[in-house]
């Protein structure tokens, strides 16, 4: 079992609309939870990251975690063409390493 | 303050070539990690390197690969005698120290490799 899945997408949403994307993990000892943003050809970006449970909210995006399910999601309201690339999740537990998922190609139709 | 700098952003190499890649971390930072990025798979953890030490090499292939970051210039990720499976996305980042919060480390624009 790979530590965080991914469903790779894609994903085509109207401007506008409201994107789910949602990864698992397995480790229960994962502790901090992030979401990194990669447009074509360039590298990852982090969007923003969650230390334990809960909801973090920056803008138009919001990152959830729930612990009890292994569950991770990120939210993005008002959804702008500009915010088409793929979404990578990614879980840390103790040491240094990042554990990232295959990411899902998300396209934003004006 | 430029960011992760890594280069060639492009490689060709032969089957049986050496591929040499490097990566300049943000500056004052002396952490390295490298990574792969293979078609859906996405992003694996190779290696962790601090200044002339190798901290974490768990994701790192057995043979053919190797890293370094030395006291002077890039840190440098070889693989010898390449192979197509090697073919990939090879992404480093940095980050000033061993703290463990993720906004520390970033990422540079990736190195591609194709093996013909």
């Known amino acids: 079992q790979k530590e965080v899945e991914q469903d790779p997408g894609p994903l085509s949403v109207p401007e506008g609309a409201i994107v789910s994307l949602n990864c698992t993990y397995s480790?229960?000892?994962?502790?901090?939870f992030m979401w990194y943003r990669q447009y074509s050809r360039k590298g990852p970006e982090l969007l923003m990251y969650?230390?334990?449970?809960g909801n973090k909210e920056d803008g138009r995006f919001t990152a959830q975690v729930d612990k009890s399910s292994k569950y991770i999601s990120l939210f993005i309201r008002d959804s702008q063409p500009s915010d088409s690339a793929t979404y990578l999740c990614?879980?840390?537990?103790?040491?240094?390493?990042?554990?990232f998922g295959t990411g899902t190609s998300l396209t934003v139709i004006p | 303050n430029a960011g992760v700098m890594q280069n060639p952003r492009h490689l060709v190499r032969r089957r049986g070539q050496e591929a040499r890649l490097r990566c300049s971390p943000m500056k004052g930072h002396s952490h390295v990690y490298w990574y792969r990025q293979l078609p859906e798979e996405g992003l694996k953890f190779m290696v962790y390197l601090q200044k002339e030490n190798i901290i974490d090499e768990s994701g790192m292939p057995k043979e053919r690969f190797s890293a370094e970051f030395p006291k002077e210039g890039p840190s440098i990720l070889r693989i010898q005698q390449v192979v197509r499976g090697d073919s990939a996305a090879y992404f480093c980042a940095s980050s000033p120290s061993n703290l463990r919060a993720p906004d520390t480390q970033y990422f540079g624009p990736g190195t591609r490799l194709t093996v013909l």
């Open positions: 990614a879980s840390q537990g103790t040491g240094n390493q990042f554990y």
């Open positions: 480790n229960s000892a994962f502790q901090y």
């Open positions: 969650t230390y334990s449970s």
